[in-house]
């Protein structure tokens, strides 16, 4: 099998290259970067550039799309240059995935698409979303390209995976989520301050969303799959996973407002049935993952 990944040098590109190799599944690389990270095809171009088509082989299995604007705060009163980016540099991608002929597009989406969640409720990819809601640039263009890839299947009959993320923490030196930031302060820091301790997400380890994206591999038709966390996981379970692992307990924790409380909860069950995909790092092996680097 080859494939193309764009955003090949991002923190979810690295993790899937290297398990890309350990499944003998040959990858050719995009990005924006000087060098790459490992030993493969590897071609610095921008996804928006019309000369992309000269970096696509015609014998390609399967285009992965993480190149983005990846963050909200990347996005935040910058809309031309995130819909630039995040939509038009995907339509330019489709554009050229249609010319050769490639079986299937894979595009990584966020599970910030959905708009809102009431206390615990837990929503699946066929939860209604009211555009209206959203205050995020970077979730727009998200969903604006989740549309696109949509209307490109009802036109063509387009292989297209459409893949949200859950909130992703691993090894890495900066982007970090709350699962990195706090376990960095319990394990150099003896105080926290913090919004509400009660405040949950779905947190899901790069090891696994890199496994995710492989399984998914030679779907057929249009699917639209989370790849999140089995369960909530609060920042006070990240604390207290935290000081066991560190074997150290901090001295002064202050929450600021702990009655604003915010849950996000995007089941994984279709995942489950459809690739056979479950999270397999639990946040204590997760934390473990990160000592290095914190």
């Given at each position: 099998?080859?494939?193309?990944?764009?955003?090949?040098?991002?923190?979810?590109?690295?993790?899937?290259?290297?398990q890309?190799?350990?499944?003998?599944?040959?990858?050719?690389g995009?990005?924006?970067?000087?060098?790459?990270?490992?030993d493969?095809?590897?071609?610095k171009?921008?996804?928006?550039?019309?000369?992309?088509?000269?970096?696509?082989?015609?014998?390609?299995d399967?285009?992965i799309?993480?190149?983005?604007?990846s963050?909200?705060?990347?996005?935040?009163?910058?809309?031309?240059?995130?819909?630039?980016?995040?939509?038009?540099?995907?339509?330019?991608?489709?554009?050229?995935?249609?010319?050769?002929?490639?079986n299937?597009?894979?595009?990584?989406?966020?599970?910030?698409?959905?708009?809102?969640?009431?206390?615990?409720?837990?929503?699946?990819?066929?939860?209604?979303?009211?555009i209206f809601?959203?205050?995020?640039e970077?979730a727009?263009?998200?969903?604006?390209?989740e549309s696109?890839?949509?209307?490109?299947?009802?036109?063509?009959?387009?292989?297209?995976?459409?893949?949200?993320?859950?909130?992703i923490?691993?090894?890495?030196?900066?982007?970090?989520?709350?699962?990195?930031?706090?376990?960095?302060?319990?394990?150099?820091?003896?105080e926290?301050?913090?919004?509400?301790?009660?405040?949950?997400?779905?947190?899901?380890?790069?090891?696994?969303?890199?496994?995710?994206?492989?399984?998914?591999?030679?779907?057929?038709?249009?699917?639209?799959?989370?790849?999140?966390?089995d369960?909530?996981?609060?920042?006070?379970?990240?604390?207290?996973?935290?000081?066991?692992?560190?074997n150290k307990?901090?001295?002064?924790?202050?929450?600021?407002?702990?009655?604003?409380?915010?849950l996000?909860?995007?089941?994984?069950?279709?995942?489950?049935?459809?690739?056979?995909?479950?999270?397999?790092?639990?946040l204590e092996?997760?934390?473990?993952?990160?000592?290095?680097?914190?």
């Amino acid at each position: 099998m080859k494939i193309i990944v764009t955003g090949s040098e991002s923190f979810i590109g690295k993790e899937l290259i290297k398990q890309c190799k350990k499944e003998g599944i040959s990858v050719i690389g995009i990005d924006i970067v000087n060098s790459m990270s490992g030993d493969y095809d590897y071609h610095k171009i921008d996804i928006r550039s019309p000369e992309i088509a000269n970096v696509i082989p015609e014998d390609v299995d399967a285009l992965i799309h993480l190149a983005a604007l990846s963050k909200d705060s990347d996005c935040r009163n910058k809309a031309y240059e995130c819909f630039d980016i995040n939509v038009m540099g995907t339509l330019n991608l489709i554009k050229n995935a249609k010319l050769k002929k490639i079986n299937q597009f894979i595009f990584a989406s966020s599970e910030w698409v959905y708009d809102e969640f009431r206390n615990d409720e837990e929503k699946d990819e066929d939860s209604p979303i009211n555009i209206f809601n959203h205050k995020s640039e970077y979730a727009l263009s998200k969903l604006a390209s989740e549309s696109n890839l949509k209307q490109e299947f009802v036109q063509n009959d387009f292989n297209i995976t459409i893949l949200r993320f859950g909130i992703i923490y691993g090894p890495r030196e900066n982007g970090w989520s709350a699962v990195e930031e706090i376990s960095s302060k319990v394990k150099n820091n003896d105080e926290l301050i913090i919004g509400s301790l009660k405040t949950g997400r779905r947190f899901v380890h790069v090891e696994d969303i890199a496994r995710g994206i492989i399984l998914s591999l030679g779907l057929k038709g249009m699917h639209t799959l989370n790849l999140s966390g089995d369960r909530i996981i609060t920042l006070q379970d990240i604390l207290k996973t935290s000081e066991k692992i560190f074997n150290k307990k901090l001295k002064f924790v202050k929450e600021e407002n702990p009655d604003a409380i915010s849950l996000r909860n995007p089941s994984n069950k279709r995942a489950e049935k459809m690739i056979s995909w479950r999270p397999l790092i639990n946040l204590e092996d997760g934390i473990k993952t990160l000592e290095k680097m914190i």
